[in-house]
Structures are given as C-alpha cells and as structure tokens.
C-alpha cells in the first residue's frame, strides 16, 4: 500500500497540471474575445463610413458585409457570453494556483521535516476540503485532449515524481 504521502505529492502535481491547463484556455479566450471585440468595434462603428478608403465600388458591399459581421458579433456575445467564460476561467486559474502554492508548502515542509506528521495530514484534508468546494462549483464543459496532454508533460518534466522525499519505509511504494 502507497504511503498516504503520495495524496500530498500527487494532488500537487495534479494542482499544478490545472493551473497550466486553465491557464492555456484562459489565454485562449481572452485572445479570442479581444479579437471579437476589435471586429465588433470596426464593424459597427459609424465613422467607419467616413473613411476614404470605402469609397470606392466596395462601398455597397463593404457595408453589407460589416453590418452582418457587426450583427452575428452582437447575437454571439449575447448568447455565449464570452464574458462569463473568461471570468469563471480566472476563478477556476485562481482557485488552482491558491491549491498548488499550499501544496507545494506543505511538500517543502514534509521535506524539510523528513515525516508527514498527524499536523501535516490535517492541512492536507483542509486544502483538499478547498478544492472539494470549488471543484463542485463548476462544470468543464469540454476537455481540450491535445492541450491537458501537452500540460502533463510539461508537469512532469517540472516535478518528477523521484523529487519529492519519500519516508524510508514507503520508498519501495512508488
């Protein structure tokens, strides 16, 4: 049987594979979103038609196309609330990077004391009480595969499992 150690290390890890993963996609939406809102800005601007660049044999055209970019812009904000998006991102990146600073302590300290103690088990149950609520609280609606594998990789590299201290008597565990 694994020493109860590994929970710490492995809740770490998996803190950390988080914040990079949330990170990525928050990154993504923002880009995203800035770009949907410069297009909306551009297309529904009426200055825009005082431009002399529009006023050539596009100008029919040009404007038809702005008006409908500017409109299928406007339902879409309406409807997937890129907004919203963002903000329930940051507070996923937030929630996970307040998990992985204290684990991350907690590891330093199991370290430094070579145990993990009846102390050090009782801030675990605590931050795993955190995550418990805020895991709860949200639901992901898609998994980007491509992304939470290239975040695994990157964890890994960073923390390999032979870093962490293991207690003498729980070495042969892993």
Not at 127 to 154: G, W
Request: hydrophobic share 35%; proline share 3%; aromatic share 12%.
């Amino acid at each position: 049987m694994p020493n109860p150690v590994w929970n710490v290390y492995d809740e770490y890890r998996t803190a950390k594979l988080n914040v990079k993963y949330y990170s990525y996609k928050l990154l993504r939406a923002t880009k995203c979103n800035f770009i949907g809102e410069l297009l909306l800005a551009i297309s529904s601007s009426s200055s825009i038609g005082g431009l002399w660049l529009f006023e050539s044999w596009l100008d029919g055209f040009l404007w038809k196309a702005l008006g409908t970019v500017a409109a299928f812009l406007a339902v879409y904000r309406t409807v997937a609330k890129p907004s919203e998006n963002i903000r329930k991102l940051e507070q996923r990146v937030t929630a996970y990077r307040s998990m992985e600073f204290d684990l991350e302590r907690l590891s330093r300290n199991i370290s430094d004391n070579k145990n993990y103690d009846e102390g050090m088990k009782r801030q675990f149950n605590s931050i795993m009480n955190r995550k418990q609520a805020f895991v709860l609280s949200y639901v992901d609606p898609e998994t980007d595969d491509d992304l939470h594998e290239k975040c695994t990789a990157e964890v890994n590299r960073e923390l390999p499992a032979e870093n962490f201290f293991i207690p003498k008597e729980a070495e042969h565990d892993r």
